[in-house]
Nanobody
Framework: QVQLVESGGGLVQAGGSLRLSCAASGRTFSMYAMGWFRQAPGKDRAIVVAVTRSGSMTYYADSVKGRFTISRDNAKNTVYLQMNSLKPEDTAVYYC????????????????????WGQGTQVTVSS
């Protein structure tokens, strides 16, 4: 498994931006498909965005399309989540997840498909 450490969360006003980072260590990062999930109070953890090993294909939940962007830098073993036009409903704990994959063109959308998880970072959007 790979070890994941998220950073970049915080408190921001509605309409603002944040950039989350997830640094990986321990294994060959380029072998891992990556995802960001979030869990709001009283709700289940849900997929936000996902990216293939190479970064060539991405998935976005409908609620974040056009506002969030996932990217990865395999040379730096890091995946990023740029969040713009934030809304109060984006408030949640955000988790980075990794899945070792033999398929370069596949991403994963459910939490049980992922092998490794970060500790989570809180994002709070005030109205």
């Amino acid at each position: 498994q790979v070890q994941l450490v998220e950073s970049g969360g915080g408190l921001v006003q509605a309409g603002g931006s944040l950039r989350l980072s997830c640094a990986a260590s321990g294994r060959t990062f380029s072998m891992y498909a990556m995802g960001w999930f979030r869990q709001a109070p009283g709700k289940d953890r849900a997929i936000v965005v996902a990216v293939t090993r190479s970064g060539s294909m991405t998935y976005y939940a409908d609620s974040v399309k056009g506002r969030f962007t996932i990217s990865r830098d395999n040379a730096k073993n890091t995946v990023y989540l740029q969040m713009n036009s934030l809304k109060p409903e984006d408030t949640a704990v955000y988790y980075c997840a990794a899945r070792e994959s033999t398929y370069s063109g596949r991403y994963y959308l459910t939490d049980y498909e992922y092998d490794s998880w970060g500790q989570g970072t809180q994002v709070t959007v005030s109205s």
